[in-house]
């Protein structure tokens, strides 16, 4: 036995939001990782915030739109979500016939929390002529009452394919919704929602930053506020920061999203310079807390003991997926996935 015996894992899970077991500190976690994906037939999808440890286990790295399209094509039986709750949410919702797994069900999104769906409904329902598109950091509850799912990758091409003249409600992250505003001249109504990560950037100390450093670009995720986002020579989803990364002459970066990108970024470009934009203070507010709360250990043991698994009702489930479904035929479309 590798791990402490677990007499009721699903009680210990219910006390604590993951199972707390000890661990054999010898225990060689990648190797048993390894092995529980044979043997149960698991994929471990990640997204680009987990720690450096996930994302060299992982069988698949992206970013949202990746790993929502990759979670509705996998065959493996398991779904190991190293992402937060709304990501493993979102895998359950298109593959319902899948075990879905989390390492931590407490990692949750502050931007997600910021539009609970009771409230949501209401301001939903003072705007009736309005369509709904909702960025996909959201609860199941609110992608139901959307009438389109987007991510940081597709937001603007979803939005530019409606008619001008259609109004839109723009949930539930305010700086997206301003950028796509900005950049397709609408003027689609935001839920004033934000995330704890992205707002945490200081334009006087990037500022300050790039003149110690006047050849580094400035690279920003579009969930930034708009003056961090003015200082950006490239804004877009990580999937994409990365990919430009990758075409690009520069050789140095000033990176303004979650610091767990920059260990694809450093993998990729070997023999370039990545520099996490700085927070407002001194704390390292540009990880992501919800993100962070998974580890390997926790990985491995969701794998082993198949818990904290993703459930949900089937009417839910049913009402938000056609606004994701919608996301997905339109990227296709666009030749995005
Ligand atoms: P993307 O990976 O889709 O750019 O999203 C970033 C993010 O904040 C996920 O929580
Ligand atoms: Fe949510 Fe922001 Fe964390 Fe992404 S980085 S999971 S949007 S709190």
Not at 7 to 26: A, M
Not at 208 to 221: F, Q, S, W
Not at 235 to 253: H, V
Request: aromatic share 6%; glycine share 4%.
């Amino acid at each position: 036995m590798s791990t402490t015996l677990v007499t009721d894992p699903k009680l210990n899970v219910e006390k604590n939001g993951f199972l707390d077991i000890e661990l054999d500190p010898e225990m060689d976690l990648f190797a048993e990782i390894e092995r529980l994906k044979k043997e149960k037939n698991a994929i471990i999808l990640a997204h680009y915030y987990q720690e450096p440890d996930i994302q060299d286990v992982a069988d698949y790295i992206g970013d949202s739109l990746g790993l929502a399209q990759k979670a509705q094509q996998t065959q493996a039986d398991l779904i190991v979500f190293a992402g937060v709750h709304f990501m493993a949410e979102t895998a359950k919702i298109l593959n319902p016939t899948k075990k879905v797994v989390i390492p931590d069900l407490k990692a949750g999104c502050s931007l997600s929390d910021s539009c609970p769906p009771p409230l949501f409904a209401q301001f939903k329902a003072q705007h009736p002529d309005h369509l709904v598109i909702s960025y996909i950091n959201c609860s199941a509850g609110i992608k139901a009452l959307s009438d389109i799912i987007c991510t940081s990758s597709n937001a603007q091409q979803i939005v530019e394919s409606l008619p001008k003249e259609q109004k839109i409600i723009f949930a539930p992250d305010k700086n997206l919704g301003a950028y796509i505003n900005k950049a397709t001249g609408r003027n689609m109504v935001l839920w004033d929602g934000a995330c704890m990560v992205h707002e945490i950037f200081s334009v006087e100390k990037i500022s300050k930053l790039k003149l110690r450093h006047p050849n580094a670009k400035i690279i920003a995720h579009p969930e930034c506020e708009e003056p961090v986002l003015r200082l950006a020579d490239y804004i877009g989803s990580t999937t994409q920061l990365l990919k430009y990364t990758e075409k690009d002459a520069a050789t140095e970066y000033i990176v303004a999203t979650e610091t767990g990108i920059l260990h694809q970024m450093m993998k990729s470009n070997p023999q370039k310079t990545f520099i996490p934009a700085p927070p407002n203070n001194s704390c390292a507010c540009n990880d992501c807390p919800h993100m962070k709360r998974n580890t390997l250990e926790k990985i491995y043991l969701c794998m082993e003991y198949e818990v904290p698994e993703i459930t949900m009702d089937e009417e839910l489930r049913l009402a938000a997926k056609k606004p994701i479904d919608r996301m997905l035929e339109l990227s296709a479309q666009f030749g995005l996935i």
